[in-house]
């Protein structure tokens, strides 16, 4: 991505980005399958019209962009409701409803955004910049947005004209782009939000390939829409998304033809998948993470001041260290997972502009020492852990091998199955003590790490609060230099390492399936399943 401005750093700056540099721990090894995205319809015959349906590992949350955490949310929702910005198949951001990238003021506090004109939404009205205002200004106030702290420290939103949008902010912030290609640049209709207010999730109403129809116990349902600006491009009369939680389900479904595509595909069932002739296996590496997070001060919700829970593990970081140092994260996912996922040790993804040895490094597997840190902690052993873990085959066979490493480092992990949805309602509220999921990623290293851990953040779902981390991420949200922000984000790497309130176990790879009988389903690194161009193609009989 490149972007038009750059800003001298302070001198406190460049301490912080020496000490970072100064660390040479190595990476951790990954795995060696290749990626395979999928393949655009691009000059391909093929058949016009068909109702695909595919088998969602999980159900997807309320429908608005503004307050989604959900991946699966997002399946929906990059059908119905573009962005003014995307990432593309090489991890480059690109216009979608915006016309160009965005231009910074030489300062960075003013970034400009032009937006297409004479386009509509799905209910007829005018898509223009006073209705991307509207939106965002919803995603930046809305009580329970979870776009706020992704937007950063915008002061105010403006207009120049119809097609210009104008965002200000009180100290630069760099990430805005890649914000702007996720759920905080979707754009609502105006006329819809004011008709549904908060309801607006209930029946979405944006600019998209389809456009929403209807959800039920049978599913999601979206049909094309064709007042879209590029209708033409658009293949599929309606998509249906059908909640299969499990993976042996969605497998013989493929298999029957019931389904046609198939997202987040269990490692221990894609070789077999991928080796039938009517199905073709996706790959991409993923620049999010999974692990478990951490309650040391979510009392009163994600977004509010951190509160005090009196317990060591909230209280005490040697308890949290020794959680880690009782983790073998490589032969953990080798056992579990077939050798299809990697270790995930830091926020930051791996292949980035920001991923140097230290950034990415992993903490020893060290159980005795863990062992000591919780003796002088003063705490019992075993040290019990009570850990919510979604209701999969994978996710509960992971859990109880990490039950077996945390014990021999001094824990006596606890595990409750829990389903997706409740989890995602715990994390907001608090009601946990250890809670095991993680997050899809975003291009941008500010979107896997500050929406987690900035204190007050409407993502910070540990209640965590560190005024020194909240200083250093600020300083790299200023620079849009790789270089410049590199070494600050290693030494926000340390400070969370040092901290530990979520711990980086593992990083998937996005595994889909999809019948050969279509094409056009596309798959990226941020982990979102694309259908918005896919068609079936045309049978060699005619």
Not at 35 to 46: E, F, I, N, S, W
Not at 87 to 97: E, K, M, R, T
Not at 315 to 341: C, E, H, M, N
Not at 474 to 487: D, K, M, N
Request: charged share 20%; net charge negative.
């Amino acid at each position: 991505m490149r972007i038009r401005w750059f800003r001298p750093i302070a001198a406190a700056l460049v301490v912080l980005a020496a000490a970072a540099c100064s660390q040479t721990t190595p990476t951790v090894e990954t795995a060696t399958h290749m990626d395979d995205y999928g393949t655009p319809v691009g000059d391909r015959p093929v058949r016009a019209g068909g109702e695909l349906v595919m088998g969602l590992s999980n159900e997807p949350d309320r429908l608005d962009p503004t307050t989604s955490s959900s991946l699966y949310t997002r399946y929906v929702m990059n059908t119905i409701c573009e962005k003014l910005y995307d990432n593309d198949a090489s991890g480059n951001l690109v216009p979608q409803l915006a016309t160009d990238l965005p231009r910074f003021s030489d300062d960075g506090l003013t970034v400009t955004v032009p937006v297409r004109a004479g386009i509509r939404f799905a209910d007829g009205t005018t898509f223009d910049a006073y209705a991307v205002r509207t939106s965002l200004q919803r995603h930046l106030t809305l009580d329970g947005s979870q776009r706020t702290g992704e937007l950063g420290p915008i002061t105010d939103i403006g207009t120049d004209g119809s097609a210009t949008v104008v965002i200000h902010f009180s100290t630069p912030f760099a990430p805005i782009t890649a914000a702007l290609a996720d759920r905080a640049g979707m754009i609502m209709s105006p006329y819809t939000l004011r008709e549904t207010g908060k309801d607006f999730g209930d029946r979405p109403v944006c600019v998209g390939p389809f456009k929403f129809v209807e959800r039920g116990p049978h599913g999601i349902v979206v049909e094309r829409d064709p007042l879209y600006y590029d209708a033409r491009a658009v293949h599929l009369d309606r998509i249906t998304y059908r909640v299969m939680p499990d993976p042996k389900a969605r497998a013989a479904a493929l298999r029957a033809g019931e389904i046609q595509v198939a997202d987040t595909m269990s490692p221990q069932d894609v070789d077999a998948l991928s080796a039938d002739s009517r199905l073709r296996l996706l790959v991409s590496g993923s620049f999010g993470f999974q692990g478990f997070y951490l309650n040391t001060g979510n009392v009163d919700g994600a977004g509010k001041p951190a509160g005090r829970i009196d317990t060591p593990l909230a209280t005490d970081p040697r308890v949290r260290l020794a959680i880690s140092l009782s983790i073998d994260r490589q032969a953990l996912v080798d056992k579990v997972f077939k050798g299809w996922y990697e270790p995930a040790c830091t926020p930051i993804a791996p292949r980035t502009s920001y991923a140097t040895a230290a950034a990415t490094a992993c903490p020893p597997h060290d159980p005795e020492r863990a062992r000591r840190l919780l003796a002088e902690a003063g705490v019992p052993q075993p040290y019990p852990i009570t850990m919510q873990v979604m209701n999969v085959a994978d996710q509960l066979a992971y859990a109880q091998e990490l039950r077996t490493a945390l014990a021999e480092g001094g824990f006596d992990l606890r595990i409750v199955p829990a389903e997706y949805a409740d989890m995602l309602a715990a994390q907001k509220r608090g009601n946990y003590e250890a809670l095991l999921l993680g997050w899809s990623g975003r291009l941008d290293p500010d979107g896997n790490i500050a929406r987690f851990l900035t204190s007050r953040s409407s993502g910070n779902y540990s209640g965590f609060s560190s005024p020194e981390l909240d200083e250093v991420l600020g300083w790299a949200a200023h620079s849009p230099s790789p270089a410049q922000r590199g070494p600050l984000y290693e030494q926000a790497v340390r400070i969370v390492q040092r901290e530990n309130p979520y711990i980086y176990t593992y990083r998937v790879r996005n595994l889909t399936v999809h019948a050969t009988s279509v094409i056009g389903v596309e798959v990226y690194g941020d982990g979102a399943v694309r259908l918005g161009k896919a068609a079936f193609v045309t049978d060699r009989n005619g």
